[in-house]
């Protein structure tokens, strides 16, 4: 007697990764700024791009570019855009990535999204490039240090720095523009702060519950349902 095959909806449904791995991702992870002397092999950079490129963007179209400074010359090109406040754990990290995003990566859609034509959507559009270029960029840089991560490195991501002179050092053709710095690395954690707080849910989300009609400008304080639609 054979056993009735399972739902598909059922085989669909994952099981949630294990409490260490979440630990590690989040509730473990911080942002450091001081490093151990540890170096971080190139195959290690390589793997966490890889994971990285697997998240979703626009149309897959995957405007994020890296560049890894690995040295202290390379590092040292960067050195006189930072804020003060970012020299030391810039130069101190073993590596720093610059995530930029790519002003022609819409040439790429024909590869990467064979089964529509949505380069034509960019082409001329300038504003629409930028837009989607630039946000896209930032979700892929979020997948990286999720990665990076994953692998068992600690990140250092960081604004702060003069973009146009960045931009202008390391991008000099302009297809390329900086969005983000990345310092990677093993953070020494007898140097971290207490970790700073976070909104709640309540403080920082709100529930839909059914079509959204014209409400004035203050939806609703924290818990606090609107005219049925939201809580």
């Known amino acids: 007697m054979h056993n009735p095959p399972e739902s598909p909806s059922l085989t669909a449904i994952k099981s949630p990764i294990s409490q260490e791995a979440l630990d590690q991702l989040f509730r473990e992870a911080r942002t450091h700024s001081t490093w151990l002397p540890e170096p971080v092999p ?26 890894f400074l690995t040295t202290p010359s390379a590092k040292g090109l960067l050195k006189p855009v930072l804020a003060p406040g ?3 754990k810039t130069m101190t990290a073993p590596v720093t990535v610059i995530i930029a995003w790519d002003t022609e990566s819409h040439e790429h859609l024909p ?82 702060h207490p970790r700073s707080p976070r909104l709640n849910f309540e403080e920082a989300a709100v529930k839909l519950r059914q079509r959204l009609e014209p409400v004035p400008h203050r939806l609703t304080s924290p818990g606090e349902d609107h005219d049925g639609q939201l809580s």
Not at 42 to 67: D, I, W
């Open 111 to 192: 590869r990467l999204l064979p089964h529509a034509d949505v380069r034509s959507y960019f082409v001329g559009n300038k504003p629409l490039i930028e837009e989607n270029a630039f946000h896209n960029s930032s979700l892929q840089a979020a997948y990286f240090i999720l990665g990076a991560r994953a692998l068992g490195l600690d990140c250092g991501p960081m604004s702060g720095f003069d973009a146009d002179k960045l931009n202008s050092t390391f991008f000099r053709d302009g297809k390329w523009k900086v969005n983000l710095l990345c310092n990677l690395g093993y953070g020494d954690p007898s140097k971290l």
């Open 86 to 88: 970012n020299v030391d």
């Open 42 to 67: 190139v195959e290690l950079l390589r793997k966490a791009y890889e994971l990285a490129r697997l998240g979703p963007t626009s149309a897959n179209g995957s405007p994020a570019r890296f560049v």
